[in-house]
Each structure stands twice: as C-alpha cells, then as structure tokens.
C-alpha cells in the first residue's frame, strides 16, 4: 500500500491542515513529496471557502531539507532543482494564507518552506538552520525567500556560518511570530488562523497580494540566475563530497 507523502486535513470552516507525512525521513523534500504538497495546495485555492492552510511535519521534525539521497544522482539534479523552486513559489504566491507551525528541526530547504510562508509558529524545541555551505551547496532558491524576509546581516550570518539557531533567535531576527511550547503549536497555529478569518476574504487575498508585489520584485527578475547558481553547485565536485560526507556521517574532505 502508498502512503501519500502529504496529508489534508479540513480543521474548520476556511482552515485546513496540510502535514508532511514522511517522518521515517523526517520529512526529507523528494521530488513526490515536493509534487503532492503543490497539488495540496493548489487544490485547496480553487475552493473559494479555503482561506488558511496550516502547514506542519509528522514524527520528530517539521523538515530535514532536501533529500540528499536523491539530491545526489545527477539524473535527477534538474528535476529535484525545478521542484524546489515551484514549491516555494506555491506556497509564497497562493491566494491563501499559510501559517508554517514548526517543531523539532527545519532545515535548508525545510527552514525555506517554513520561511515562505505568511506567518510561522515555532515550538520552543525548534532548530533551524542553512547549512548549504556546509554540504558543498548554495542556498540560491531558498534566499529567494529570505532576502526579502530578513536582514542582510541577518542572512549572511544564517548562509555564510551555516549553523542552527534556536527558535528563540530566529523570533528575534523575524523568521518566525511566535515561540510556544511544543504542545501548543498547532493551537496557536490555529487562534491565528482564526484571527485571519476575521478580515474580509477579499481583502486579505489582496492584501496578500499587494505584499508579494512589493517583496518578489527583485527575485522574479534575477530567478533564472538563482536556478544557474543551484545547478551548478549542484553538480560540482564539492555537492557530491558534501552529500557522501552528510550520507556516511563523517566530516567533508574539502580540498
């Protein structure tokens, strides 16, 4: 039997849940589990009575980032690279409003996902990290998002040192709203939710709107040299000695 790698659940009238369900992989960014949270997504915009999309991770963390399993086979360097980009994409530019309620590890590309949304409630046990450099990558898609998110400072400090943050440091630099404690993430997810319910539905979607206008300019005009500078670290030499370090444990031999 197939699991499905992302699960919908309707909470309440215009709310609904979308989970990561691949917790044996603590929730690792497959080309399918990147594909099936698109359709979720996209599918719950076309109902005009969706309005919030609560997104969260099943088992120990809300994501792990790329799979690096298959991040490492040069057939699929292209298509894994296309997903993450449309991912990010999905979720920035859909007419709902998508609140990320964290716990456990978001990293790279799992703290991407967290960061492209509207609003993020993490547990107070969250770690978040950009460790690309570390794994011999280049954060290009993700800091699509955070560029227009963060400070400069900010970002070089989260890109250039790679290491993991608190969930209290990240509230500090605005990557998320809130930090509560593990038990009553998805309740907070859920009074903001409500709140937003609150406003009028056309208003929000255009508010929304209008935001994205102002915060997408400068990467929809450079998203081709963002793509260019994924792939080609991609499919260098130190991807694939990061990978294997990553794979089997050990530190990276740079050379």
């Known amino acids: 039997m197939t699991t499905s790698l992302v699960l919908v659940e309707p909470l309440e009238p215009g709310i609904s849940i979308v989970t990561l369900n691949r917790p044996e992989r603590r929730n690792a960014l497959s080309i399918a589990l990147m594909r099936e ?5 996209q599918s719950l915009a076309a109902d005009p009575r969706e309005r919030v999309v609560i997104l969260r991770g099943a ?11 298959e991040a490492a086979d040069p057939q699929l360097i292209d298509s894994s690279a296309d997903s993450v980009k449309r991912v990010l994409s ?4 859909t007419s709902l409003i998508t609140i990320c309620a964290a716990h456990g590890g978001a990293i790279a590309g799992g703290a991407g996902v967290m960061a492209a949304c509207d609003l993020a409630v993490a547990a107070d046990d969250l770690k978040i990290g950009f460790p690309e450099v570390r794994r011999g990558l280049v954060p290009a898609l993700v800091s699509t998002v955070l560029c227009g998110k963060l400070r400069d400072s900010d970002v070089r400090e989260l890109f250039l040192l790679g290491e993991l943050i608190s969930a209290e440091r990240a509230r500090e630099i605005g990557l998320v709203q809130r930090v ?14 409500r709140k937003i319910l609150l406003g009028g539905p056309e208003s929000v979607r255009q508010t929304k709107r209008l935001l994205n206008l102002h915060a997408n300019v ?16 991609r499919r260098s030499e130190e991807a694939r000695e990061g990978a294997a370090a990553f794979l089997e444990k050990r530190p990276p031999n740079w050379k």
């Open 37 to 41: 949270l698109c359709e979720a997504i």
């Open 59 to 69: 088992g120990s963390a809300f994501c792990a980032g790329l799979d690096l399993q």
């Open 90 to 93: 999905t979720i920035r530019e």
């Open 180 to 193: 509560v404690p593990a038990e009553q993430v998805l309740a907070e997810a859920q009074r903001l939710a």
């Open 218 to 233: 400068e990467a929809d005009e450079r998203v081709e040299e963002f793509i260019a500078s994924h792939l080609q670290a």
